[in-house]
């Protein structure tokens, strides 16, 4: 396939690789609502049902590497309706599970297969349009990206409400059946290359080094970091794998990743950026969901529809970016919304649950549409100067740093919130005694409020997690501000020059 020829039903391609990115990324958010739902079901604690979610984040993490070697390999449309065809069962029969331990079984598979979806729909994209289109195809492909996240928990939270949680993942079947179908019909066959030899041991030491680090941001919160012998060795593990690696890419006559892909500048850049972005992205939304539902007491379905905006503002903001990067600098474009994106931030780290539903959607608005002016601009400039016989390799590359920053994004955020609701707690509570002139014991709200009954020191308690919580979603979106520091600085480096493919 190749974007100097004329390619045949182009708009049919593209709206079934949208279906296909949609509902790899609605999978992604659509059964957060569900867990406590699946919990009570499937008779899980808390920590084990979260592996519903985990186990499919580091299946996917690990294999995203080999998607370019895969592709290559067996020919991209081959290996495209065999992912999308596994991932559309493996959800279905994820519904179907009776135990915890098949859900669980049934997810590791699901994200080995939907790994392959995310770099093979954006490759595809970069294939079937000229270079001269290559924002406008960017940002309808964003378009699928943004609307799974956004609708996720509002889907999720419907058909969990309205009839059960294995619901959430049977939605998936119909537009994943009818992409497989009209990829199969429209979607150019390409050449297989047989003789192609597949790198085991650099696979092998990236994989390991991914699925351990994925381990350790997953459950370090939960087994106290470094405290925990477990969490030391999977972080030892996932080092010493990538020094492996590293050396081995760089020493071997044909390695697993081809070292020319991080000599590119812009596309080294566009690795770190995407990462922070990432991570801001998916932190924000796991931070303001709870947010909402914990403390402004919004119901699961309201809370999913106050997080629309947001995912509407990136949608017109990446249209926008197409046409603005023609007559102006896309790096002036990418500061905008960096700076937007760190201007958010700091409105939204002086909320209060009784903040007004208005502000906070336009703001949640604004913060969209400040990602989408950073995210269609960053990957264009990324590929600008990536050869043509490359793409394959650096999109899946480009697809496991968003997934690291994802997870790192969330990991941190997690951490943090959990440090400083307890810190902030014991800094309240140390005000608290008997001796305070605002608790004496002189009306009846005093005596409720007393702390030396048992009534008045769990109220008092309650009111002090409450504020503690508030406090510590304060201080976790003011950290998020600091994201977009790494970015606006990387920017000084990123060439202009857009080559030919």
């Known amino acids: ?99 915890l331990e098949q859900l669980i079984l ?37 378009v699928g990206i943004l609307m799974g996240p956004a609708m996720g928990p509002v889907i999720g939270g419907y058909l969990t409400d309205a009839f059960h949680w294995r619901l959430v993942f049977y939605v998936s079947a119909g537009p994943g059946i009818l992409a497989l179908l009209g990829l199969a019909l429209f979607l150019p066959r390409a050449t297989p290359e047989p003789t192609l030899r597949f790198n085991w041991y650099g696979f092998s030491m990236l994989g390991l080094a991914v699925g351990s680090l994925q381990f350790v941001l997953d459950r370090g919160q939960k087994l106290d970091w470094f405290a925990s012998t477990e969490i030391v060795a999977a972080a030892t593990i996932s080092g010493l794998c990538l020094y492996l690696f590293v050396v081995h890419m760089l020493t071997a006559d044909t390695p697993f990743l081809t070292p020319a892909l991080f000599r590119n500048r812009n596309f080294l850049v566009g690795l770190v950026m995407i990462a922070c972005v990432s991570s801001t992205m998916l932190a924000t939304a796991a931070l303001l969901v709870p947010f909402l539902q914990q403390l402004a007491g919004y119901p699961v379905l ?41 201007w958010t931030m700091l409105v939204i780290s002086t909320w209060t649950p009784a903040v007004d539903q208005n502000h906070m959607m336009l703001v949640l608005l604004v913060q969209g549409f400040a990602m989408g002016l950073v995210l269609n601009p960053m990957i264009v400039m990324a590929f600008s100067t990536m050869p043509m ?27 943090t919130l959990a440090r400083n609701t307890q810190v902030t ?40 997690t409450y504020q503690a919580k508030n406090i510590a979603y304060n201080n976790d979106f003011r950290l998020m501000m600091l994201t977009v520091v790494p970015p606006l600085i990387l920017l000084l480096l990123v060439r202009r020059r857009v080559s030919s493919p």
């Open 389 to 415: 016989h490359l793409r394959a390799e650096a999109v899946s590359v480009q697809s496991l740093a968003r997934t690291i920053g994802s997870a790192a994004g969330i990991s941190i955020t997690t951490f």
């Open 1 to 99: 396939m190749s974007d100097q020829g004329i390619v045949r039903h182009r708009k049919l391609i593209t709206v079934f690789v949208l279906m296909a990115i949609f509902i790899q990324t609605l999978d992604s958010t659509i059964a957060i609502v569900a867990l406590p739902f699946i919990q009570g079901s499937l008779s899980a604690s808390a920590e084990e049902v979260s592996w519903v979610l985990t186990s499919s984040v580091i299946a996917n993490a690990i294999m995203t590497a080999p998607v370019g070697w895969m592709a290559t390999r067996f020919g991209r449309k081959q290996v495209f309706l065999v992912c999308l065809g596994g991932f559309v069962c493996m959800s279905a029969m994820s519904g179907l599970s009776q135990s």
């Open 302 to 342: 309201d809370s999913g529809i106050a997080m629309a905006p947001r995912g509407l503002g990136t949608m017109v903001a990446m249209f926008v970016a197409s046409r603005l990067t023609v007559s102006i600098d896309p790096r002036v474009v990418m500061a905008s919304g960096l700076l937007g994106m760190g």
């Open 425 to 464: 707690h014991a800094d309240i509570a140390a005000g608290i005694t008997p001796f305070r002139r605002a608790l004496p014991n002189l009306d009846v709200a005093s005596l409720i409020l007393d702390p030396m009954t048992t009534r008045g020191a769990v109220s008092l308690d309650q009111m002090v």
């Open 106 to 142: 049934c997810r590791i598979i699901q994200g080995m297969f939907g790994a392959a979806l995310g770099p093979l729909c954006q490759a595809t994209m970069l294939d079937i349009y000229p270079v001269a289109q290559r924002a406008q195809a960017m940002a309808i492909f964003a």
